[in-house]
């Protein structure tokens, strides 16, 4: 099979003009980026900037129109079943809502990846899911349902369910969103531990400012589909683009309007 | 896109063909889900990622051995209502006795599976739909894919592994639960004795009858288990939508189930 582990200082995961479409509407206009071994980079963006649809094509969620999403090495669009297979086990993904099982306990979601995808025995899976919850500051949580569990709880779980395999590649989709500046701001720790930790690469999808700030080694801006700029934290600061001194300072965009294309659409059957 | 320019007319045919191509893609996609989920059941093993067994035997219980009072109660009903009706038409002509042949017959060949499907259509196959739903909406789908799991093999293969296991175990115990419903009404109302009554059913009864019923059983259990999944599956709206599904997945199951008892039973008994 295709390599799926790379060496030192290739590119964790490398996107290149990718393009994809939402019926007949275009969302990423040709996006390009790479992320280095060990990096923490922070896709930001407004809402409706295509972030999310980002973050669905860099998971191999769906098929793009064109261009190419590399993952540790592996060309996910052209991969047979097997590679795929094989590639997930190195990938996490905590989602934006923890999509945790409801069915089941925190303890049995967080063991699921091992049970389909290892032999380990069952003492051996409950002690690292312990591990795991501990990590993440739930230890002894195991046996609560999902729905027991606060927003900021459910986002933990997810990432210790996410890192469970201990994966060379972490993705997290807002890690901040609807939780408390306190709690969102554990939860930046707990991010930058467990890189330094588990020598992890990660992506985060978010549009916490402040978050990525303190987080990403690099920023990548998303604007309309398009990659906005690419830069270091400071880089990004400094950066004199007005759309992103918009952003930074949080102003409300000035919207231009066409005169006939407004009249246009108010009175369109 | 419907140009302003279309008339009345052409306006339905283009909503026709549209309706028709969603239809034609839909069994295409169920057609493709029942290939694949059986390809699971099959080599899963050989390519690491087994249907587990665990899984399936949770699905039977919730199915099968959940359903087993509600399948008693109605089905037994119906055996008394047949009687009370085949009673009430035979007297006509005299033939009140002639009521077990008619309840043996038409129980196994036609009650007993019907009653069934119905019945794990509204309760499970709604169930399905509405789970698989669910679990597309808040992204649990997602999450399993990305983690190396596939769905069908996950969740679809064992709902339909159980369900084709499950729903003619059920049809077998609808047809005795029916099957004493009327021995029970028939012998208080025409004063014969049990044991006459067992022995004229069991003289009426080739193994054919009840074959036919448990065919058309498995049918159904085919129709329930991929109409609900393939629903569940294509939820789009959040909590709406899988309302929605779950309401079109027991209307259409009932629906198809039965119509495929029209055609089975048409083709059994040529």
């Not at chain 1, 408390?180 to 991010?191: K, N, Q, T, Y």
């Not at chain 1, 400071?234 to 409300?252: C, F, G, K, T, Y």
């Not at chain 2, 889900?33 to 050989?46: C, D, Q, R, T």
Request: proline share 4%; charged share 15%.
């Amino acid at each position: 099979m295709a390599s799926v582990l790379t060496s030192v200082d290739d590119p964790v995961m490398e996107v290149q003009d990718l393009v994809t479409h939402y019926g007949a509407v275009q969302i990423l206009r040709g996006v390009n980026m790479t992320v280095s071994p060990g990096e923490i980079m922070a896709i930001m963006g407004r809402s409706g900037s295509g972030k999310s649809t980002l973050l669905s094509y860099l998971l191999g969620l769906h098929r793009p129109t064109s261009g190419c999403v590399r993952l540790l090495g592996l060309d996910i669009a052209r991969a047979s079943a097997a590679e795929l297979h094989e590639l997930r086990k190195n990938i996490g993904v905590a989602f934006q809502g923890g999509a945790m099982f409801s069915s089941m306990t925190v303890g049995e979601n967080i063991r699921l990846p091992l049970r389909e995808h290892t032999k380990l025995d069952e003492k051996t899976m409950q002690i690292m899911t312990r591990m795991k919850l501990e990590l993440v500051n739930l230890g002894g949580f195991e046996h609560l349902m999902p729905s027991q569990l606060s927003g900021g709880m459910l986002k933990r779980a997810a990432l210790a369910r996410a890192i469970i395999m201990d994966p060379k590649l972490l993705f997290f989709d807002e890690p901040s969103a609807g939780l408390d500046p306190v709690v969102a701001a554990e939860l930046d720790e707990l991010i930058l531990r467990l890189r330094d930790a588990l020598q992890m690469t990660i992506v985060v999808v978010t549009h916490e400012l402040s978050s990525a700030c303190k987080i990403a080694d690099r920023i990548m801006i998303l604007e309309k589909g398009c990659v906005l700029m690419t830069g270091t934290v400071d880089e990004v600061r400094n950066s004199e683009n007005e759309r992103i001194q918009a952003m930074l300072h949080r102003r409300p965009g000035t919207k231009e309007i066409d005169p006939d294309d407004y009249l246009q659409r108010l009175t369109r059957d | 896109m419907a140009s302003p320019e279309l008339k009345h007319p052409l306006l339905s045919v283009q909503q026709l063909g549209r309706t028709a191509v969603q239809a034609v893609e839909e069994c295409g996609y169920v057609a493709a889900l029942l290939v694949e989920s059986l390809y699971w059941v099959v080599f899963g093993s050989v390519r690491h990622q087994p249907v587990r067994l665990p899984s399936i035997f949770s699905q039977m219980m919730t199915i099968g051995i959940g359903a087993i009072p509600i399948v008693f109660v109605l089905s037994f009903a119906v055996g008394v209502m047949l009687a009370i009706q085949g009673i009430h038409t035979l007297r006509i002509f005299g033939a009140e006795s002639q009521v077990v042949i008619g309840i043996a017959l038409s129980v196994t060949r036609e009650f007993g599976p019907l009653i069934t499907g119905v019945l794990i259509a509204g309760r499970s196959g709604s169930a399905l739909a509405a789970q698989i739903g669910t679990m597309q909406v808040s992204q649990e789908i997602d999450a399993l894919r990305v983690m190396g799991i596939n769905p069908v093999r996950y969740l679809v293969s064992p709902a339909l592994l159980a369900m084709l296991i499950m729903v003619p175990t059920l049809t077998f115990f609808s047809d005795l639960a029916a099957l004493f419903g009327g021995a029970v009404y028939s012998t208080v109302e025409l004063g014969l004795g049990v044991e006459a009554y067992l022995q004229q059913t069991l003289d009426v009864l080739a193994a054919d009858d009840i074959m036919q019923g448990l065919i058309k059983s498995v049918v159904f259990a085919g129709i329930i288990a991929l109409v609900g999944v393939s629903n569940g599956f294509s939820v789009t709206g959040g909590a709406e939508g899988v309302g929605r599904a779950t309401t079109r997945a027991v209307v259409l199951s009932i629906s198809y189930i039965v119509l495929a008892d029209m055609v089975f039973t048409y083709f059994l008994n040529r």
